[in-house]
């Protein structure tokens, strides 16, 4: 049984030998439904860990979201902390998804196509629309469905303490059978997975300890992410002017990565645009405000430089990282609008 009136935080104080005092606590530290919450990050492996602690299951290329059930209200909400729950109507009908009353759910919004496989820009194009009407255009024509593979607060508490095996237990419950959410399945054999995979063409799997806790807003190695090819995430920074076909938009642009308070310069990428990737990125970064040079390093081309804003995202493929941390061989993949920088 739960209500609205029992449902909270409890403190207990004991008073004498055999007598305690139960406080409740009027606001809670926190209110998993309604605050930002920061959703648990992975490490990065180069391969499946050989112990049997682990389950494995798809790593879903879409849009990290948590969401929040309360009582027939549901709420999308990105990694970056921006709501879209607008952008997503088709995952708002709570009572052909939940059994649940309230709950909050870890997932991966992602729009597929006939053959299975997620379209990460489809689910990037859902998420950049604002009007009821482009909103509605774009449900029709990329649907979305959700890969739920964690829960974090459940009909009146907390379970991020519980294993991971008992979340995913309880998160099967709670999730509704054919409905815009699916429970995200996993498989105890993590080599031959990560061989599937790669024959799909998929980006990668995830590899989590069976008796893990879920860690809000934390990186380690309970979760760690094994992908088919090597790519990392990085923060325009700059470009460098283009020459020939490029002229009106740029050569190269300039990457860097956090590192510590401080941006660390990790090199510049040329390749991977075809002609609309080249137009579309170079509008977006040539919005951004021009600022001095935001890392030590000075690179050869510093004076046909522009620096720019670092707040625009982008993921890179690479061949290996350098001794001294610059990315080898480096292939522009794609924007990441759905990632906010933070140093």
Request: aromatic share 8%.
């Amino acid at each position: 049984m739960q209500s609205r009136e029992l449902t909270a935080e409890y403190r207990t104080h004991r008073t004498k030998e055999n007598q305690w005092l139960l406080e409740r606590v009027d606001n809670p530290q926190t209110d998993w439904l309604h605050d930002r919450i920061a959703p648990m990050l992975s490490r990065a492996a180069d391969k499946v860990p050989g112990s049997g602690d682990y389950l494995y299951e798809v790593k879903w290329d879409g849009l990290r979201a948590l969401i929040s059930l309360d009582e027939g209200q549901v709420t999308i909400r990105g990694r970056n902390g921006m709501d879209y729950t607008k952008q997503f109507p088709e995952l708002l009908i709570p009572d052909q998804s939940f059994r649940a009353t309230s709950a909050l759910f870890d997932g991966e919004i992602v729009c597929l196509e006939a053959d299975g496989r997620p379209n990460f820009q489809n689910v990037i194009h859902r998420m950049q629309q604002k009007t009821e009407g482009a909103v509605e255009r774009a449900k029709a024509k990329h649907p979305a469905v959700c890969y739920v593979f964690d829960c974090l607060y459940l009909d009146g508490r907390p379970i991020v303490n519980e294993p991971l095996t008992r979340r995913r237990e309880w998160l099967e419950d709670a999730i509704k059978k054919d409905s815009a959410y699916r429970v995200s399945g996993v498989v105890d054999d993590g080599p031959a997975f990560l061989e599937a995979v790669k024959q799909m063409g998929l980006e990668g799997i995830m590899a989590k300890q069976r008796n893990s806790p879920y860690l809000p807003g934390k990186r380690n190695d309970s979760w760690l992410k094994i992908k088919t090819r090597q790519t990392t995430e990085c923060v325009i920074i700059g470009y460098t002017k283009g020459k020939g076909d490029r002229e009106t938009n740029f050569g190269a642009l300039h990457l860097a990565q956090a590192n510590g308070s401080e941006l660390k310069y990790v090199g510049k990428v040329g390749s991977g645009f075809n002609d609309d990737a080249l137009k579309a990125v170079s509008a977006e970064v040539q919005k951004l405000p021009t600022i001095r040079r935001p890392v030590k390093e000075k690179p050869i081309d510093d004076a046909r430089s522009v620096w720019v804003e670092p707040t625009l995202m982008c993921e890179v493929q690479f061949a290996r990282v350098t001794s001294d941390g610059m990315l080898r061989e480096p292939v522009f993949l794609r924007l990441r609008p759905d990632l906010a920088f933070q140093t």
